[in-house]
C-alpha cells in the first residue's frame, strides 16, 4: 500500500518570534488511501498547525520545513503557490471545526458548491449543479435542490457541516482533512456526522486526516493513531495498539484523564496530568513531557529523545523499554466489559 | 411536598414554563417559544443530578429561571420549599450560584482574581476590605490556585485555572447548591479531569448540591446520581444514573446513548438513525414532540402527547411506550 500522503521531519517555526517559537518538530506521518489517521492531542500540541501546514494554508511569517512531504507521490514542497492552489480543494480537501466561519455568508450554498467545481474541473455550469445535487443527496440532506437557493444562515450546525463535507467532495479529493470536524455539534449529531464521513470514505477510497482532542472519537473513527504532545509526535499505531498498550506516559497519563464506563467508578477521582505544556521557544533539551512524567529522570534531559520503533508504523519517543510499559485493565475488553447499557 | 425518599428537596420546580415571544422574520409578527414547558424537578442536599439534552432543548434556561436570573413565565421554583418569587435576587444568589462553560468569556478580563473573587462579597455588603483579603485567600486555597495568583487577571491564565477562579467566586457566598452550565467543555481532557476532582472534592467537603448540566454523557455518568433527559422543553425521562445508562427507557435516551462515542476501539460509529436535524423550537411537532425522529413512534404519536409516567419515586418516563405504567401524581 502506497501511501497516498507522506510527511517526515516536519518542522513549524515562527522565526523571530519569541525567540524562535517553533510548535510543531520533526513531525513524521503518512495516510493510506481508505484509512483514517486521528490526530490526537490537547490544545496547542501543534495537531491543526500540522494539518495547515500540509494543505499549505500556513500563515505568512511562518517557515515550514520537512525532510519529506510528498502527496500522491509529487513533492509539495517545490511547488509554487498557484500549482498548490490547484491540488488545494481538487485532489485534497480541509473541513474546518466551525462550519459557519468557513462558509460565506454572502453566497448561497449552491454558488459554494459549484464554484469550486467550476475553479477545478474544465466543466459547465448545469454540471456543476447536478455534481452539487448528487452530493447533497449523498450526504444525507433531503430537498437538495432547494437547498442550493439557502445561505449558510438557514441551516442548522449539523446541515451546515454536512454541506462542508459535500463541498470537500466536489472534486473527488484523495485526502480529506479534518479539523475537529463536530466538536461544535451535539453528540447525536457528531455521531451522524462521523458515520457520513466512515461511509464516505469507503465509498470515494480516500486518505482521511481526523484531527480531534477527544478519545472516544479517535477510538471508533481510527484505522491508525499519532499521538502529540507538545509540537511532537509522542506515540503512532494502529487504533487497538495505542488503545490496548499505550506506550508513551503521556498517552497513558490521558487516557486515565477521561471517565469510562466499566473502568472509572462514579464519584472517583480521574487521573491527571499535573504541571503545564513546555513553551516552544528554542532548544527543549531533551523529552518534552519530562516535567510532567512520573518516570522522568536524569537521562530525559539533554539530547532529544528518539522514536524508538517496534515494528513498521508502530512507535514512540521515549526511552522506556516496551516490556515495562503497557496498562492491565485500563479499558476494558473492547467487546467485554463496558457496555455502557446501550441498547444494541 | 416530601418527596418519597423522605428527604425534602433543596430546590424544586413545579410545572415550570418559560415562553419567550421571538421575532420571526422581518414584518413577521413575533411568536412563542417554549423554551421550558412545564418542567417539575427536586434537588435534594448534596446530590448530583445531571441534565443532559441537545442544544436548544431549554437546559440553560432552565438553569437560567434556577439561578433567578429569569422569571418562569409559569410554574414557581421554590428553595427549601419557600418560593422565590417572594425573595429578592440578592437572597437566590446566596444560595444558589452558577458555574459556567467558558472562563474565557465568564471572567472580566479588566479585573484582578482578587476583584473577581471577592465581587460577590462586595456586592452583599458583607465585611470590609481585610475580610475580603481574607477571604480571597481562603478561596483560592479551597479551589487549589497558589496564592500568587491573586493579583493575576484572567488573560495570564490557563483555562483550567480560570475556571478555578470561576469555582472560587462561585463559592466565596458559601451557597448550597452549585448549578454548573457545561464546567468543562471548553477545556482540555487533561485539565477537565482536574477540575472534576477539585469538583467532587467540593462537594464532598463543602456538602454542596450541584445540577450537572452537560452534554458530555461519559462526564455525568461519572459525576452524577440522577438525571433527567431533557428534549424540547420537557424532561423526557428521569432515574438514577445507574438504571438510565443500563436500561434506558424513552427512545430518546436510547438515541443519545446510542450517539456517545465510548474509548473503545472496534465498536465503529453508530447509526442513530435520528434523521438530520432537531425540530425548529418555533415550530414544534404535534403530539409527542420526538415523534419525527423516533425509531418507535406508533400512530398515536403523531396526534396526542404522552403524559408523564411516574414509576417510581422521583423516576419519570414520558413516552407512549410506557403508558401502561402509572400516572404521575401532581
Known sequence: MSAILDVQGL???FPGMRGGFAPVRDVDFSVNRGETLCIVGESGCGKSLTALAVMGLLPQRAQRAARRLTFGGRDLQGLSEREMADI????????????????NPAYTIGEQLVETYLRHKKARRPEAVDRAVHLLERVGIPAATGRLRQYPHQLSGGLRQRIMIAMALMCGPDLIIADEPTTALDVTIQAQILHLLKSLQGQFHMGVILITHDLGIVARVATRVAVMYAGQVVETGTVNEVFAAPMHPYTQALMRCIPIPGRTRRGEHLGSIPGMVPTLVGDLGGCHFRNRCTY????????????RAIHDGRGYRCLREPDSHGLDGLLPDAHGGATHGIPA | MTAACGIDAVLETRDVHCTFQVGAGFLKARRPLRAVSGVSLRLYKGESLGLVGESGCGKSTLARILLGLQAPTAGEVLIDGQPTGTLDQRAIAKRVQPIFQDPYSSLNPRKSVEDIVSLPLRVHGLGGPADWRRKVAEMLDLVRLPLRYRDSFPNQMSGGQRQRVAIARALVMR??????????????????SQILNLLLDLQK???????????NLA?????????????LGRIVEETDTESLFRTPRHPYTKALLASVLTPEPGLGVPDTQLGVGYPNPLEPPSGCAFHPRCASAMPTCSGVAPAPRCTGPDELVECHLYSDAAPRVA
Open chain 1, 296 to 307: 522522568a529522570h536524569d537521562a530525559c534531559v539533554g539530547a532529544e529523545i528518539p522514536v
Open chain 2, 205 to 215: 467537603d463543602l456538602g454542596l448540591t450541584y445540577l450537572l448540566i452537560s452534554h
Open chain 1, 88 to 103: 488545494r480543494g481538487s485532489r485534497m480537501s480541509m473541513i474546518f471545526q466551525e462550519p459557519m466561519t468557513s462558509l
Open chain 2, 175 to 192: 451557597p448550597e447548591i452549585v448549578i454548573c452550565d457545561e464546567p468543562t467543555s471548553a477545556l482540555d481532557v487533561s485539565v477537565q
Open chain 1, 11 to 13: 518542522t513549524i517555526s
Open chain 2, 219 to 231: 462526564v455525568v455518568e461519572h459525576m452524577a446520581n440522577r438525571v433527567a433527559v431533557m428534549y
